[in-house]
């Protein structure tokens, strides 16, 4: 009989304010959004407490995958603040809806984590942009990818949408800044010059302005172009100047025919006029124009620039723990020191002038001399100086930019946000950072002249500062104690709320007393403190290569009584008073009064004292009591472990067989199993009787740090520094389970009392809990998913590994690769955006599963549709011998009767298509399929396969069923097998019917959604007029921003 067990289920994770992901406000600016590990965490700015959680489908032992929920590397709040874009570390996108908590698409595109995230102004676009080198713009509304741009060669770091989605400025670790034609689909503009990597960009409100940090200290600027707008405007300047510059030339030749020296100075100007003309004509298209440079106060590379919601305020942030603070000027401002700045330079060389022609006379040149050199020099620098003036009549970078303040905080500085909320009375704005060691400060800006700001609130209670090393539970459950090299935490297993912080050092092991008022805690300077006790004793063991056990005694503390020590104070003052004033008689009288009121007071209180020492050979890593109090084990640094008698402390046992030391030990409830798990990735099980070891096992891919066995069993649990955790039974000697959860190395494990859950904490500074539910499961079941994971995972990588080899290469619809015009046309490319351009999706298992279901779907409508063929060919066959018979004698009538009776019977219905018929069934299977998983599920579709969909297709837009989703397979369809299309002979009736339903189709769909609209607008003027708001002052106000734009 195969034996079954209850399933472990990851049941909830806290612990972690804020992982590797950035932090934002949310629209209110009242609370604080972070990542935690492979959550969405909404805290109180306030309260300092957590208020809601995003929390995706974890990965458990229930699913097929044997892999860890991706954590949040990158968030971003659409406009409105009603919509939440999370990117991930597997290059999944989630769009969450912030009022219901709710997941609403997943889109997968990227094969490397997501770095950077961005929306449009309007929110109907988001951009992605990845480690893996490439840039997504996907549609928010259609739920799928429209493009990729791949030209960068290193990760992706920042992005900006502009223009309402029609620009995407882009910055590398390449050093280079891209601007991208969404709509055209091209690189229109790439920036170099950059000293490095360029880690981060921003783009100010108004959209006039970008902000470029690399690895220096500089900040680049530029301005904004919408080349778009601009170029009726340019093309009048440009016929305006070349039709200037002949008159130019020609006023300046007829100035000059006495002077053949003036003439070929005219030619030069010309000549260098039209070269600037040139360059200015190559210039007209690009969107960004550089302003300057502006320098920071930090030395190290830029982590981060981001813009305030209001655009007066510039953030950078350094790869340290500085955040420095620009003040972004008015227009006026900016022309006012402009001016300021012009005068200074054009007093500098006035007097530099004036300077070279003193040098020169007092060097015995003649005047006249003097004077003709001046000419020459002047005509020669008559470019540059134009050029200057130029560059002087525009404000420059570091006239709208100046900085005004440092903030600097006692961590590294992981990422920075604005607050969107008007700032208080007395403060110019509020910034939340989030720090690198697991916790959120907000602070205040007070004023930038000055350069204060003040700590406003901190996140820091819920979670440690670092790596969780143990961990304990209390007897009854009820409570929580984790340990890390800042102190102890108390939690509430169930609820994950923390109770409060305790300051121990460097807690390495911790353990909890019957009564659970009190618990001890090892640190790593070799101290044991008092936090909890009720016990008869404990063991502990050191790396001074001894075994110390000690007992609870009632101990004796003197204290100086409160009342004692102010009359000892006032005695002693009194002393002091008359010493100065020379009665030194009365000194010895008042020593003794003093003496007596300094008395301590003894006052008794539990404590522990030493009672015996064991002395071994090695350092002593781990040690352990068995339940029934009669043994005692430790394990030693020569990978051997002792086994000794408690009450005598005689050597019983000495077990040998790891390679490495054995870390971490349990003893199982009944006194007769000793597990031991050890540096080198086996654990393996002892008998306590013989200290035979029953069986070793290669448990884990790293180092075991811990294992514990569940009370009253045989079954154990372990966990590792390769982040899993391990379910075992060791009386067959098998895993029972393998959970992933964690995103670092697992360190600390608690068992609860009855092994109804089991908490781990992690290197990633999370604590989980994991329950036993009621949902039994079978070995063999769980291997096979197993082993379908890892098949899964395997074709994962040799998929990327098949693309990074074909470079450039576009996998075709038969799994066969295309190059050049060929793959741009497998695409949906033009041969020259092949290069710099890809489809938006990725093939993932989900995308082949859903080939397979439509496949599956096209074949049970196939056989379907063959049964309904025959059944009515049969029954018309039927029919027409019944009428010939009954057309005969009465003899014939009644065999007429007879074989009418015995008419074929409509076949069974097949239960697969759940009563539909076969054109629904398919158009069920193929809209069950993700909108971004679509693509690629029709691009591995065989040609046989796409040819009977697209038949369908038609029949579909006969009847006028989801005509979207159908538009979009043909032109699919279309796109991908064009060629093959147009050469099969029976696809031509194919074809003919979808170019007269299609075009007609779509027509009408945009009809009704054009009534729609109307509809809308009329009820929006309706209400407006019943409101009193007049519709000709609205379009007088618009008329009015549109001028002043």
């Known amino acids: 009989m195969v034996k079954a067990y209850l399933r472990y289920e990851h049941s909830g994770v806290f612990g972690v304010i804020s992982s590797n992901s950035n932090v934002l406000y949310d629209a209110s600016g009242k609370q604080v959004i972070t990542g935690a590990l492979e959550n969405i965490a909404f ?85 992605s942009g990845s480690a893996d080198t490439s840039v997504i713009v996907w549609d928010v509304v259609g739920e799928a990818g429209l493009v990729r741009f791949k030209g960068h060669k290193d990760a992706v770091t920042d992005l900006a949408l502009i223009h309402q989605g029609s620009r995407l400025i882009s910055s590398s670790k390449d050093g280079c800044v891209k601007v991208w034609d969404v709509t055209l689909q091209h690189c229109c503009q790439t920036l170099i010059g950059f000293k490095g990597e360029v880690w981060s960009l921003a783009v100010n409100p108004d959209e006039t302005r970008v902000v470029a940090g690399c690895v220096d200290s500089d900040l680049r600027v530029y301005a904004i172009r919408n080349p778009d707008a601009a170029d009726a405007a340019e093309a009048a300047q440009g016929t305006t100047a070349a039709a200037g510059v002949p008159a130019a030339a020609a006023a300046a030749g ?83 020191k402009m001016k300021r700045r012009k005068k200074r330079r054009e007093a500098k060389t006035a007097a530099a002038g004036t300077a070279g022609k003193a040098a020169k006379t007092a060097a015995g040149a003649t005047p006249g001399q003097a004077a003709a050199d001046d000419d020459d020099a002047d005509d020669h620098e008559d470019a540059a100086a134009a050029a200057a003036a130029a560059a002087a009549a525009a404000p420059q970078a570091s006239d709208e930019l100046g900085s005004v303040l440092v903030l600097t905080s006692k961590h590294k500085l992981k990422s920075f946000a604005f607050s969107p909320a008007i700032a208080h009375k007395g403060h ?54 984790s340990g890390s090299n800042a102190g102890c935490k108390l939690w509430d297993p169930l609820s994950g ?188 099980v002892w008998g306590l009787d013989f200290g035979d070891c029953h069986k070793s096992m290669f448990a884990h891919q790293d180092t075991i740090t811990a294992v514990a066995f569940v009370k009253d069993t045989h079954y154990a649990f372990s966990v590792s520094k390769d982040r899993t955790l391990k379910y075992w039974d060791l009386d067959r000697f098998e895993m029972l389970l393998e959970l992933p959860g964690h995103h670092g190395e697992v360190w600390a494990l608690a068992l609860s009392a009855y092994g109804d859950f089991v908490v781990t904490g992690s290197h990633d500074r999370s604590l989980r809990r994991w329950e036993r539910s009621s949902e039994p499961f079978f070995v063999e079941e769980e291997k096979e998913r ?66 397979d279901t439509i496949i599956d779907a096209l074949d049970v409508a196939a056989h379907e549709a063959e049964k309904v063929e025959e059944y009515e060919l049969e029954l018309r066959a039927a029919q027409a011998a019944a009428a010939a018979a009954a057309a005969g ?24 298509m759940m009563g539909l018929p076969a054109d629904a069934y398919v158009l069920r299977s193929v809209a069950a399929v993700r909108a971004n998983d679509l693509e690629q599920a029709l691009l591995l579709l065989p040609f046989n396969d796409a040819l009977r969909l697209l038949q369908w297709v038609a029949g579909w837009l006969a009847q006028g069923s989801q005509v979207e989703l159908s538009s979009r397979v043909a032109t ?29 189709a779509v027509q009408g769909l945009r009809d009704t959604l054009g009534f729609n609209i109307a509809a809308l607008k009329y009820m929006q003027r309706a209400a407006k007029e019943s409101a009193g708001v007049d519709e000709g002052d609205v379009v007088k106000a618009a008329r009015r921003q549109l001028l002043a734009a």
């Open 254 to 336: 007829s100035d000059s025919e006495d002077e053949g020296g003036d003439v070929r100075m005219a030619e030069l100007m010309t000549g260098q006029q039209q070269q600037q003309q040139q360059q200015q004509k190559a210039r007209q298209h690009d969107v960004l124009l550089f302003m300057g440079l502006v320098r920071r106060t930090g030395q190290e590379r830029v982590g981060l620039i981001r813009y305030d919601a209001r655009g007066e305020l510039l953030g950078v942030m350094g790869a340290g723990k500085g955040l420095e603070v620009f003040s972004v000027r008015s227009e006026e401002a900016a022309l006012k």
């Open 972 to 1000: 699919l369809l279309l796109r991908l097998h064009h060629a093959q299309l147009t050469a099969t002979p029976s696809a031509r009736q194919t074809l003919v019917d979808l170019h007269k339903r299609l075009r007609a």
């Open 428 to 481: 110019l704005g509020q910034v939340a950072l989030g720090l690198s060691n697991n916790s959120v400060e907000v602070v205040d800006v007070v004023d930038v002249r000055e350069g204060s700001y003040e700590s406003a609130s901190k996140l820091e209670l819920p979670g440690h500062r670092s790596d969780v090393r143990c961990l304990a539970l209390s007897s009854d459950d009820a409570q929580l104690l």
């Open 497 to 684: 709320a923390c109770l409060g912080s305790i300051d121990t050092g460097y807690a390495l092991c911790c353990v909890y007393a019957p009564g659970n008022r009190h618990a001890l805690v090892g640190t790593k300077e070799g101290t044991i403190q008092l936090v909890d006790v009720d016990k008869s004793g404990f063991v502990s063991g050191s790396a001074d290569k001894t075994i110390k056990f000690w007992t609870w005694a009632v101990t004796t503390v003197q204290q100086q009584d409160a009342a004692g020590s102010e009359d000892a104070a006032a005695a002693a003052a009194a002393a002091g008073k008359r010493k100065k004033k020379g009665k030194k008689g009365q000194d010895e009288d008042d020593a003794a009064p003093a003496a007596a009121a300094a008395e301590a007071v003894v006052v008794r209180q539990l404590g522990f004292i030493q009672a015996r020492v064991l002395e071994m050979a090695d350092d002593v890593l781990c040690v352990r009591v068995s339940p029934d109090g009669r043994l005692l084990a430790a394990s030693l640094l020569d990978a051997t472990i002792k086994v000794y008698y408690v009450d005598s402390l005689k050597f019983f046992l000495s077990l040998y067989g790891h390679k490495l030391p054995a870390l971490t030990m349990d003893i199982s409830s009944d006194s007769t199993l000793l597990l031991t798990g050890s540096a080198d990735k086996n654990i393996k």
């Open 43 to 127: 805290w109180n700015i306030r309260q300092g407490t957590q208020v809601a959680t995003l929390s995706p489908e974890l990965a458990s032992s229930s699913s097929s995958s044997t892999k860890a929920a991706a954590e949040v590397t990158q968030i971003a709040l659409a406009p409105g603040g009603q919509q939440l874009a999370a990117g991930y570390s597997d290059g999944t996108v989630r769009l969450w809806d912030i009022a219901s908590r709710s997941c609403q698409v997943t889109l997968t595109g990227h094969s490397g984590a997501v770095t950077c995230l961005g929306f449009s102004a309007n929110g109907a676009l988001l951009a």
């Open 786 to 851: 197993r082993l379908e994971s890892l098949f899964e995972a395997d074709l994962e990588q040799q998929q990327q590994r098949q693309q990074r080899e074909a470079g450039g290469l576009i996998l075709g619809p038969e799994g066969g690769s295309f190059a050049g015009a060929a793959a741009a046309a497998a695409a949906g490319l033009d041969a020259a955006g092949a290069d710099g351009v890809a489809a938006a999706g990725r093939r993932t298992i989900e995308s082949v599963s859903a080939a």
């Open 889 to 912: 004698s009465s003899k014939a009538k009644k065999g007429a009767a007879a074989a009418a009776a015995a008419l074929p019977k409509r076949p069974p219905a097949n239960p697969l």
